[in-house]
């Protein structure tokens, strides 16, 4: 089974991968086989799942609806996280993608999410991307607003740095549960940039997403070394798929990211598991890093 673990001083607690939902619409599935996926990876105690308003062409959500339509028991076994705040092309009214980050806008998006989902609550909304209009006092109040209605439990942001995150949570009265940044061995800049030193600092977990660097890590003939690399170290460690080495160098990293899995074959899910009993050394760690960018620390 997957551990859990408390995302932030004031909670929620997660389990330790999430299942994300990103690409749903290309999984081709029916409302009840999405029902026996969803039942299968919450046995195996991956309970959290990852959606945004976008997702799918604004489609994902309401596929996740009917699904919990058909089983509204499985809602009380995981826990939800959504995003809003980008505006694309998909709807016919946004000329141009842009980010909306204004109070209106924000309540609107979560209750549109509660409906879609077919849920009464989110677990944890997120600020999807930085946004540079945004007032982080429309911000909070859109918060506090949620979170007084009882539509959402807990806040947070994605893909914000270390500024952005303290500007809105100056704003705030409790803590952001976390930031969801990309990590990967193919994207390394927020190991030094001071985004996770910030989140290690507060405690707060950071959600990983492409971690398996949206397939270049398979495709891309530039990571032939690192490819190499990891099958070696799977081979030192027990892993029995450069996957689980992956997922096992994000979560050696000290601020304890949850890394989110984004395949709807059940077998690569319950695969990703196995990542969470290798134990990796320092040195493995720092030569799948130097596989991936191609040089050596200074």
């Known amino acids: 089974m997957v551990q859990r673990i408390t995302l932030a001083p004031q909670g929620p607690e997660f389990s330790r991968l999430v299942m994300g939902y990103w690409r749903l619409m290309d999984w081709n599935m029916s409302a009840r086989e999405l029902v026996s996926f ?18 799918g062409g604004y489609q994902c959500e309401a ?4 699904a919990l339509k058909l089983a509204p028991q499985l809602r009380d076994r995981m826990e939800i996280v959504t995003k809003c705040g980008i505006a694309t092309t998909a709807k016919a009214e946004n000329k141009i993608g842009h980010y909306i980050t204004d109070r209106a806008h924000i309540v609107e998006s979560a209750e549109t999410s509660l409906k879609n989902l077919a849920v009464e609550h989110l677990d944890l909304l997120l600020i999807h991307r930085p946004d540079p209009l945004m007032d982080a006092d429309e911000v909070a109040e859109a918060f506090l607003q949620l979170h007084q209605a009882g539509k959402v439990r807990h806040f947070g942001v994605s893909n914000f740095t270390p500024a952005q995150f303290s500007l809105l949570q100056s704003r705030l009265p409790f803590t952001l549960a976390t930031n969801q940044v990309e990590i990967s061995p193919v994207h390394q800049p927020l190991l030094l940039d001071g985004t996770l030193d910030q989140l290690q600092q507060l405690r707060i977990r950071p959600m990983a997403w492409s971690c398996l660097g949206g397939g270049r890590l398979f495709n891309d003939e530039t990571f032939q070394p690192l490819r190499d690399e990891l099958h070696q170290v799977a081979q030192e460690i027990g892993a029995q798929t450069i996957e689980q080495v992956v997922y096992a160098w994000v979560m050696r990293l000290p601020s304890q990211p949850l890394p989110i899995i984004g395949s709807g074959k059940i077998e690569r899910v319950r695969s990703a598991i196995h990542a969470l009993s290798l134990e990796m050394t320092r040195q493995q760690w720092f030569r799948i890093r130097k596989a991936a960018l191609g040089y050596d620390v200074p």
């Open 38 to 55: 969803i039942e299968q990876h919450l046995d195996l105690g991956i309970t959290t799942v990852d959606h945004a308003d976008i997702y």
């Open 63 to 66: 596929a996740f609806g009917e």
